[in-house]
């Protein structure tokens, strides 16, 4: 066996094996697909296939990876030539066959570079996946268009509306992946390379037909439905259908020009904003030395708790549920191995793992269950006497280096500290609702926590998988303030002459998940109003202050669990209907404090929320709450609901006139009055 170097470009090495040319990509940390990786690629088979004593060519990748996926930094502009589709050409048009050995995450731009080839072959542990979607686009490499040949309209429609990760196993037992070995990747695939049987290009065979009579229909209606409108889904169903009824040049031809519309579009551009953000909050919010979190304590056994011990289970950690009620811990526990045996029924989850998992969770008799606990997180009732009692019995049962998280959601964590004797152990955890599911982890950082305390809550989020955004302390930290500022201008507007109904419409239609009216309702509003009542003595009586919710609560009127809230709810139903005691209520406060209503249409609705928003944001970068505008907007979409596809308030600043964006936060605190105060938004400018 001989190994021959040649020199084609540094980031993509040539070697030649038993008359199999290898060609290396070696662009770190991912192997992200770039132009000099393309360069070299097209170099490195060009070599190949001018030489004589080469039979076969493979694709291999450096390091863990194949290649991961487009390098996102080159999409702002135009693709810088050679494109992949090139590179692919480039790949069927060799007189050669080329066997892509693929590892790691071979994604988008990798995965379609792989189906590119004649052959593939994998190593285990290899993930496939066309994840575009997800950033508003759809393939544009052959992504839609490859995999037709193999699994069909249906299943390629799923793969590509998914964007999920799928195991190579998956790949394997569907065809999109030809072999699988233990064994060396380079040395398996030079093998492979040297027995196969000569170039299979996938474009040249038809569509399979696979798909059983209306499934794809129904599919379509599937994805279009989840896309609720938003343009690549569209672009993906009719790219599928292109694929079976055109020719493959004009399936390909359309496939790249909707790709190049959608990546040149707001919402791609938005979606590139948070992915890049959400690269620099990860990597500026690492433990600086990652701490032992093995075992956790948790206090409090409500839907809040007992969610965060689920959340630690789920990710293999050993948790102790205490409660003032020892009873309600076990009764929690009980209904959590109850959930877990119907997803055992419904074929989602094993007995074993149920059993893996329960055997996790302990309940504890009182708090001095937790003295061997590396973390304890209580999350009993949201009361500054109550949380603080707490952290002092706690101190004196837990070791000295065990840090106490408080998943407080608004109360003031240099406060708390106080009832330790080392406040530095102090540090906010604010989990999000439902905490095994929620993808973000808003750690606050107090006057007095310690970098030990911070790194603690760090690493915690790291072993859940969720992201860690650091916030300092102030009345809701960042989200729940920004949403108090949002929740204020709507009801402030109700005030002026809207209604609950057409609220909820416009910001439904805007891209919110929910409208803020309905989201009360499901919450419940004596929850809100249990903390104006404890804020009552210190509020600014020059302040405009919406009284319709505490009369509604008044009234007994808590949402849906009461039957009635901003809206009516009939027989249990969730369904909210508009209910015309509610306007009659808006009425008459607006006609108690003089305020004469006049219409909105929906856009101002809309802009008076993102301004108001905009500029509580730029208020918590201007006190240093927020590290980073990147933050903000990650912690709305992720935690939130604000709508993905508009990236967050920066981008949605970016796109504003300056002089005319500061001309409406003029007017804006001229109509709130007294208590608003003017930031500068364009600080978040992306």
Request: net charge negative; proline share 6%; aromatic share 6%.
């Given at each position: 066996?001989?190994?021959?170097?040649?020199?084609?470009?540094?980031?993509?090495?040539?070697?030649?094996?038993?008359?199999?040319?290898?060609?290396?990509?070696?662009?770190?940390?991912?192997?992200?697909?770039?132009?000099?990786?393309?360069?070299?690629?097209?170099?490195?088979?060009?070599?190949?296939?001018?030489?004589?004593?080469?039979?076969?060519?493979?694709?291999?990748?450096?390091?863990?990876?194949?290649?991961?996926g487009s390098d996102?930094?080159?999409?702002?502009?135009?693709?810088?030539?050679?494109?992949?589709?090139?590179?692919?050409?480039?790949?069927?048009a060799s007189?050669?066959?080329?066997?892509?050995?693929?590892s790691g995450s071979t994604l988008g731009g990798g995965f379609e570079l792989a189906l590119g080839c004649d052959y593939r072959i994998a190593a285990p542990g290899t993930v496939v996946g066309l994840p575009e979607i997800g950033l508003g686009m759809i393939p544009g490499a052959g992504g839609t268009q490859r995999p037709l040949r193999i699994i069909g309209p249906s299943r390629t429609l799923d793969l590509?509306?998914?964007?999920?990760?799928?195991?190579?196993?998956?790949?394997?037992?569907?065809?999109?992946?030809?072999?699988?070995?233990?064994?060396?990747?380079?040395?398996?695939?030079?093998?492979?390379?040297?027995?196969?049987?000569?170039?299979?290009?996938?474009?040249?065979?038809?569509?399979?037909?696979?798909?059983?009579?209306?499934?794809?229909?129904?599919?379509?209606?599937?994805?279009?439905?989840?896309?609720?409108?938003?343009?690549?889904?569209?672009?993906?169903?009719?790219?599928?259908?292109?694929?079976?009824?055109?020719?493959?040049?004009?399936?390909?031809?359309?496939?790249?020009?909707?790709?190049?519309?959608?990546r040149n579009g707001p919402e791609a551009a938005a979606l590139r904003h948070l992915f890049f953000a959400r690269r620099e909050t990860t990597k500026a919010n690492k433990p600086t030395s990652p701490r032992e979190v093995d075992s956790v304590g948790v206090v409090g056994a409500g839907t809040m708790g007992a969610g965060i011990a689920r959340a630690f289970v789920e990710a293999g950690k050993s948790v102790v549920l205490v409660d003032r009620d020892p009873d309600m811990a076990v009764r929690a526990i009980e209904k959590l191995r109850s959930t877990y045996e119907r997803s055992v029924a419904q074929g989602r989850l094993s007995t074993h793992d149920v059993?893996?998992?329960?055997?996790?969770?302990?309940?504890?008799?009182?708090?001095?269950?937790?003295?061997?606990?590396?973390?304890?997180?209580?999350?009993?009732?949201?009361?500054?006497?109550?949380?603080?009692?707490?952290?002092?019995?706690?101190?004196?049962?837990?070791?000295?280096?065990?840090?106490?998280?408080?998943?407080?959601?608004?109360?003031?964590?240099?406060?708390?500290?106080?009832?330790?004797?080392?406040?530095?152990?102090?540090?906010?955890?604010?989990?999000?609702?439902?905490?095994?599911?929620?993808?973000?982890?808003?750690?606050?950082?107090?006057?007095?926590?310690?970098?030990?305390?911070?790194?603690?809550a760090l690493t915690a989020a790291n072993v859940l998988k969720k992201l860690p955004i650091v916030a300092g302390v102030c009345d809701g930290f960042i989200g729940n303030r920004i949403y108090n500022a949002y929740r204020r201008q709507c009801e402030l507007m109700l005030e002026e002459g809207a209604y609950p109904e057409q609220v909820d419409r416009a910001l439904v239609q805007f891209g919110f998940a929910m409208g803020p009216f309905a989201v009360s309702d499901m919450s419940g509003l004596d929850i809100a109003w249990r903390m104006r009542q404890a804020k009552s003595a210190d509020r600014n009586p020059a302040e405009r202050y919406p009284d319709v919710a505490d009369t509604l609560c008044e009234q007994g009127r808590f949402g849906q669990k009461t039957g009635a809230g901003w809206y009516r709810y009939v027989d249990g139903s969730r369904t909210p209907i508009s209910d015309p005691a509610v306007h009659e209520l808006i009425d008459r406060s607006s006609a108690s404090k003089g305020i004469e209503r006049s219409s909105f249409t929906d856009d101002a609705?809309?802009?008076?929320?993102?301004?108001?928003?905009?500029?509580?944001?730029?208020?918590?970068?201007?006190?240093?709450?927020?590290d980073r505008p990147g933050d903000i907007d990650l912690m709305l979409t992720l935690a939130y609901g604000f709508p993905s596809h508009v990236g967050g308030l920066g981008p949605w600043v970016s796109n504003q006139d300056p002089a005319e964006l500061s001309q409406r936060l003029e007017r804006l605190a001229s109509v709130v009055g007294s208590g608003f105060t003017v930031g500068d938004p364009a600080v978040l400018r992306t």
């Amino acid at each position: 066996m001989t190994s021959t170097p040649v020199a084609v470009r540094s980031i993509v090495s040539y070697e030649v094996e038993d008359r199999v040319a290898v060609l290396t990509i070696d662009n770190p940390p991912v192997n992200a697909s770039s132009a000099a990786v393309r360069r070299g690629l097209l170099d490195g088979l060009g070599a190949a296939n001018a030489d004589s004593a080469i039979d076969a060519i493979v694709l291999l990748g450096a390091g863990k990876h194949f290649v991961s996926g487009s390098d996102l930094r080159e999409f702002d502009g135009p693709v810088p030539e050679p494109t992949l589709p090139t590179v692919i050409a480039a790949i069927e048009a060799s007189a050669k066959p080329v066997v892509a050995a693929i590892s790691g995450s071979t994604l988008g731009g990798g995965f379609e570079l792989a189906l590119g080839c004649d052959y593939r072959i994998a190593a285990p542990g290899t993930v496939v996946g066309l994840p575009e979607i997800g950033l508003g686009m759809i393939p544009g490499a052959g992504g839609t268009q490859r995999p037709l040949r193999i699994i069909g309209p249906s299943r390629t429609l799923d793969l590509i509306t998914s964007g999920k990760s799928m195991p190579v196993r998956w790949a394997a037992d569907n065809g999109l992946v030809d072999s699988l070995t233990d064994d060396d990747l380079r040395s398996a695939a030079v093998s492979f390379a040297r027995n196969c049987s000569g170039k299979r290009v996938l474009m040249d065979l038809p569509v399979v037909s696979v798909d059983e009579p209306g499934e794809f229909e129904q599919t379509a209606h599937a994805v279009l439905t989840r896309g609720r409108g938003r343009p690549q889904y569209a672009a993906a169903v009719t790219a599928i259908l292109n694929g079976v009824a055109l020719s493959a040049p004009s399936a390909i031809a359309f496939e790249r020009a909707e790709f190049t519309r959608l990546r040149n579009g707001p919402e791609a551009a938005a979606l590139r904003h948070l992915f890049f953000a959400r690269r620099e909050t990860t990597k500026a919010n690492k433990p600086t030395s990652p701490r032992e979190v093995d075992s956790v304590g948790v206090v409090g056994a409500g839907t809040m708790g007992a969610g965060i011990a689920r959340a630690f289970v789920e990710a293999g950690k050993s948790v102790v549920l205490v409660d003032r009620d020892p009873d309600m811990a076990v009764r929690a526990i009980e209904k959590l191995r109850s959930t877990y045996e119907r997803s055992v029924a419904q074929g989602r989850l094993s007995t074993h793992d149920v059993d893996e998992r329960m055997m996790l969770l302990s309940p504890g008799r009182s708090v001095e269950s937790l003295d061997e606990c590396d973390l304890v997180i209580e999350a009993v009732f949201e009361d500054m006497a109550v949380k603080k009692e707490l952290l002092q019995r706690l101190q004196h049962v837990v070791r000295p280096h065990v840090t106490l998280a408080t998943n407080t959601s608004y109360l003031d964590v240099d406060e708390l500290a106080t009832a330790v004797d080392r406040p530095g152990r102090v540090v906010g955890m604010h989990f999000f609702s439902p905490a095994h599911r929620a993808a973000v982890l808003e750690v606050v950082r107090g006057r007095e926590t310690s970098r030990e305390a911070l790194d603690r809550a760090l690493t915690a989020a790291n072993v859940l998988k969720k992201l860690p955004i650091v916030a300092g302390v102030c009345d809701g930290f960042i989200g729940n303030r920004i949403y108090n500022a949002y929740r204020r201008q709507c009801e402030l507007m109700l005030e002026e002459g809207a209604y609950p109904e057409q609220v909820d419409r416009a910001l439904v239609q805007f891209g919110f998940a929910m409208g803020p009216f309905a989201v009360s309702d499901m919450s419940g509003l004596d929850i809100a109003w249990r903390m104006r009542q404890a804020k009552s003595a210190d509020r600014n009586p020059a302040e405009r202050y919406p009284d319709v919710a505490d009369t509604l609560c008044e009234q007994g009127r808590f949402g849906q669990k009461t039957g009635a809230g901003w809206y009516r709810y009939v027989d249990g139903s969730r369904t909210p209907i508009s209910d015309p005691a509610v306007h009659e209520l808006i009425d008459r406060s607006s006609a108690s404090k003089g305020i004469e209503r006049s219409s909105f249409t929906d856009d101002a609705i809309v802009d008076r929320v993102l301004l108001s928003m905009a500029n509580e944001a730029s208020l918590l970068l201007a006190e240093g709450i927020a590290d980073r505008p990147g933050d903000i907007d990650l912690m709305l979409t992720l935690a939130y609901g604000f709508p993905s596809h508009v990236g967050g308030l920066g981008p949605w600043v970016s796109n504003q006139d300056p002089a005319e964006l500061s001309q409406r936060l003029e007017r804006l605190a001229s109509v709130v009055g007294s208590g608003f105060t003017v930031g500068d938004p364009a600080v978040l400018r992306t």
